[in-house]
């Protein structure tokens, strides 16, 4: 889903979206949305490896691509609580079997994104005017 305001573009990735591809499919994916300008609210969060990767893609990129300046990425998660041992369990063994839904993330073209501040229960996104 789509979301335009006032000329900013937002598009929201449910999960599902992304769990059947391949880490490098996965990459792709998001790199393709940012270079068209626009800020993804993704559902859950990419595996450490993949955040790595699309981090490293979107350096590679800089110097070849005319106006890219790279991304901005923030990931807001569960509040980091003690959680009981059982619920730590199932939280676990939901995350092998969906992936981590219960975190949330926002990548977006450092051209239209300054910063991203995050605490534990909110991310605020400075936009570049």
Excluded: C, W
Excluded at 13 to 23: A, G, V
Excluded at 75 to 83: D, E, L
């Amino acid at each position: 889903m789509v979301k335009k305001i006032k000329g900013l573009m937002l598009e929201f990735m449910p999960y599902s979206e992304i769990k059947d591809l391949d880490s490098s499919e996965r990459v792709r994916k998001i790199l393709s949305v940012v270079l068209s300008n626009r800020i993804i609210i993704l559902q859950g969060r990419l595996k450490p490896e993949e955040e790595t990767r699309l981090i490293e893609d979107t350096m590679a990129m800089i110097e070849h691509i005319k106006g890219f300046k790279g991304i901005e990425l923030a990931v807001i998660g569960q509040n980091g609580k003690s959680t009981p041992l059982f619920q730590k369990f199932t939280q676990s063994v939901a995350k092998a079997l969906v992936g981590d839904t219960a975190s949330m993330t926002v990548i977006g073209p450092a051209s239209i994104v300054k910063d991203i501040k995050k605490d534990p229960r909110k991310i605020e996104l400075m936009l570049k005017k």
